[in-house]
């Protein structure tokens, strides 16, 4: 005889728990602006879990039930599940959906993380925040990386010289800054850069649509050989620099979009 392997259908207890997180939800969700929405999505879910309106282990509503109660895309919706699955606060399960983390000692590691507040901080906050991790990241990246580490960021460094005219290059430059935090073989930094590079997605995207990618890939360059030399107060300076200099792009950025 075969095991029946389907997935057992709700109670009628869990179909009203359902019910009852879904109307908890709409009650409390509010309409977002248009700008910068999917940090607002972020934040009103984030802050739905600690009022405990959404419960360890609760399964949230689609992705188009939340755009539609947000009033926002669907896009939008993604954007803002992906910084909250970054900073370990929901979890994608195949063919089932999405959950809040049941894990207590999970929620507990990520709550560094949450220092980010995305929709909370405003930029000079993030940048602060950024200019605080990446140089220190970097730092014990030249102490610790292995061969295949350096491997990888090399690719990722060709990959960028291919698209510095591309959007594609802000992928890339993603993969990179990540590439380094994983050469420090601490997931805790990983996900911390993971999150600052979601949160600041946008001004970067500003940034290389006025000035491009040419100047980003040489300062990555530097970091790079400093990190392959193992020269980790080299490797801090370099990143710092690079920081610094982003800031700089970014505000200059957003002074001239705003502009127009």
């Not at 929405?37 to 972020?42: I, W």
Request: hydrophobic share 40%.
């Amino acid at each position: 005889m075969g095991c029946d392997t389907s997935t057992p259908a709700p109670t009628q207890r869990g179909y009203e728990h359902m019910n009852g997180v879904r109307d908890s939800i709409e009650a409390s969700i509010r309409s977002v602006p248009r700008q910068r929405a999917h940090e607002e999505v972020a934040r009103q879910l984030r802050e739905l879990m600690h009022r405990g309106v959404l419960q360890p282990d609760d399964r949230l509503p689609s992705e188009r039930e939340l755009a539609k109660r947000f009033g926002v895309s669907r896009a939008t919706i993604r954007h803002a599940l992906a910084i909250l699955q970054a900073v370990g606060l929901i979890e994608s399960r195949v063919g089932d959906g999405t959950f809040t983390r049941k894990d207590p000692a999970t929620l507990n590691v990520t709550n560094l993380a949450n220092a980010l507040r995305a929709a909370q901080a405003n930029l000079i906050e993030q940048l602060e925040l950024r200019r605080l991790i990446e140089p220190q990241v970097a730092s014990l990246a030249a102490e610790r990386a292995s061969e295949s580490d350096l491997e990888q960021m090399a690719h990722h460094l060709s990959q960028q010289e291919l698209h510095t005219s591309d959007p594609l290059f802000i992928e890339w430059d993603s993969a990179f800054h990540l590439d380094i935090a994983s050469a420090t073989q601490n997931t805790l930094l990983v996900t911390m850069v993971k999150g600052i590079h979601e949160l600041l997605r946008d001004s970067r995207e500003g940034s290389w649509r006025v000035h491009g990618g040419d100047q980003p890939l040489a300062q990555h360059r530097r970091i790079e050989a400093t990190i392959r030399q193992h020269d980790a107060g080299a490797a801090h300076n370099a990143m710092l620099e690079h920081i610094l200099d982003v800031e700089r792009l970014s505000l200059e950025a957003i002074a001239e979009s705003e502009q127009h």
